[in-house]
């Protein structure tokens, strides 16, 4: 199975934005390039998920949202408490293995630093992962994973 970790677009400051709290900021426009332009890199190297998780945070599920629209056909996209940024990455691996049985590729969208940090898990090696920023995973069905690679728009 393949997981493919999506850090939000660039979002909007709750100020510049004119809303009460971080979870209501929106993407901004240049985040919708970002999005747009690591979805092209997704499809460029092969990647077709089957289902988009994204976190309860506007930014991220506006970008999810983008991602399923950019992809050739609408995917099954769900709203996954877990990816808000709460979570340990080892709490959230197996999480996610779990949503993805059955599945050849997920996408989950989500949030620095529990993405990074779930990269690293999954790989052993450190990533950074700027806004709008892919990381692709293979998890094993033993539980051995790696990464293939990664990108950064812009």
Known sequence: MFIYLLRHGHALSAQEAGVAT????PISKSG????????????????RPQLILHSPLLRARQTAEIANAALPKPHALRLYEPLGNVLTAEELEPLLKKEGRG????????????????????????????TGGLVAIEAGETGATQALWSYNPG
């Open 103 to 130: 599945l050849d590729q997920i996408l989950a969208v989500g949030h620095q630093p529990q993405l990074g940090e779930l990269a690293s898990l999954f790989s052993g090696r450190n990533f950074e992962i700027r």
């Open 22 to 25: 971080d979870a209501e900021r």
């Open 32 to 47: 919708k390039a970002e999005i747009k332009a690591s979805i092209d890199e997704l499809l460029r190297r092969g990647g």
